[in-house]
C-alpha cells in the first residue's frame, strides 16, 4: 500500500509539473484554429466571388472593393432566400492564410448543416479614389475611421440603400433580421455594432471582436459645429435607451490596446457591464419588451483578431445554430 501511494504522490507531482509546463509554453495571445477553420477533405467549396469595386453615393468621392461567397450548391439553394453574413475589413476576412478565413468556416458549418445555407458579404472600407489603390493589400484604405467609427447611420444606410440592393438583383437574400449577422474585428466591429443599433429591423446578429468602442471617431465642438462622440459614448448611451432585440457577441483580450483614444479592454467590459444592466434594469421593471442575447468570451491577447478568429465556428454555432 506504502508503495501504491508513493507511485501515485509521482505521477501526480508529473502530471502537475506537465501542466504548468504547458502553461508556461503558450504566450499571451496564442491560439490555435480547430479543424472548423481550415480545408477539409470532402467538405465542398462556396465560390468566392469578386473583388467588384463599388462607389457610394452616401460616401461621396470613395470606392471600396467586396467579395460575395456562395455556399456550395448555390444552384440547388437559391429557391429560397438565404441567410445573410456582412463581415467589415473584407480583404482580411477572406485572407485564405489570415486570422479570420471566414470563407473556409462558412465551407465547414454549412457542410456539417450547424448553421443554415448563408451567403456572405465581404467589404473594405472606403477609400478616396476613383480606383482601389491594387497596393493596399491588407493595409486599411483612407476612409476606415470616417466610415467605421461614426455614430450615425451613414453605413447602414449605405449598406441597405445602396450596395444589398444591388447584390439582390442576382442573389436571394433573406430580409429577416435574424436571418442576418453583421461583424468585424476593430473598428470595423464598432461598425457592425452600429448599424444593428440604428437598424435593428434590419440586422440583429452582432458579432463584436476586439472592438473599438473608443474615442477614435471623437471631434471636439466648433463655433460651427456641436461635439461629434466617439465609440466611448455607448455604454452611457445603452443605459438610457430603449433595448434593442439584438443577440450580440463580444470578444477581446486583456493585452488590446491602450492609448490616447482609450483603453480597449475597459471599453469592451464598459459595453457588457451596460448590456447586462440595460436588461436587469428592465427585469426589475418588469418591461414586457425585449432583451440583449450577449455572450463574451476575454483572452490574453493583444489587439489581433486571431482570438476571435479561432472563436469564429462557436460564435456562428450559437448564433444560428439548432
Given amino acids: 500500500m506504502k508503495k501504491l501511494l508513493t507511485t501515485l504522490l509521482i505521477l501526480g507531482n508529473l502530471f502537475s509539473l506537465n501542466l504548468a509546463n504547458a502553461d508556461e509554453q503558450r504566450k499571451p495571445g496564442d491560439y490555435q484554429f480547430t479543424a472548423d477553420s481550415q480545408q477539409q477533405i470532402g467538405v465542398p467549396n462556396g465560390t468566392l466571388k469578386g473583388p467588384y469595386e463599388f462607389h457610394s453615393k452616401i460616401f461621396k468621392n470613395t470606392v471600396r472593393r467586396y467579395w460575395v461567397y456562395l ?22 476576412a477572406t485572407n485564405p492564410t489570415g486570422s479570420l478565413r471566414v470563407p473556409e468556416v462558412l465551407d465547414n458549418l454549412i457542410h456539417q448543416k450547424a448553421i443554415p445555407p448563408t451567403i456572405g458579404l465581404f467589404i473594405t472600407p472606403g477609400n478616396v479614389s476613383e480606383t482601389y489603390p491594387d497596393d493596399l493589400g491588407m493595409s486599411n484604405p483612407d476612409h476606415r475611421a470616417q466610415e467605421y467609427d461614426a455614430l450615425n447611420d451613414n453605413y447602414a444606410r449605405m449598406l441597405l440603400e445602396e450596395l444589398l440592393p444591388q447584390l439582390e438583383k442576382t442573389y436571394a437574400i433573406s430580409s429577416n433580421p435574424q436571418d442576418r449577422i453583421i461583424g468585424g474585428t476593430s473598428s470595423g466591429a464598432i461598425c457592425a455594432f452600429t448599424v444593428a443599433w440604428n437598424k435593428p429591423d434590419a440586422f440583429r446578429n452582432v458579432i463584436s471582436i476586439i472592438g473599438s468602442y473608443t474615442s477614435i471617431g471623437y471631434q471636439p465642438a466648433t463655433a460651427n459645429k456641436p461635439m461629434t462622440p466617439g465609440g466611448d459614448f455607448y455604454p452611457g448611451l445603452i443605459r438610457k435607451s430603449p433595448i434593442r432585440p439584438l443577440k450580440i457577441f463580444l470578444q477581446d483580450g486583456s493585452n488590446d490596446l491602450d492609448n490616447e483614444h482609450g483603453n480597449w479592454f475597459l471599453a469592451n467590459q464598459q459595453m457588457l457591464a451596460s448590456l447586462l444592466w440595460a436588461n436587469k434594469n428592465a427585469d426589475e421593471k418588469k418591461d414586457k419588451g425585449a432583451r440583449y442575447e450577449i455572450k463574451h468570451v476575454w483572452g490574453d491577447g493583444d489587439h489581433s483578431d486571431k482570438h476571435g478568429g479561432v472563436l469564429l465556428p462557436e460564435i456562428l454555432r450559437w448564433m444560428w445554430g439548432k
Fill in 71 to 92: 455556399p456550395a450548391n448555390y444552384e440547388t439553394l437559391h429557391q429560397k432566400p438565404l441567410n445573410l453574413l456582412v463581415f467589415q475589413d473584407g480583404q482580411r
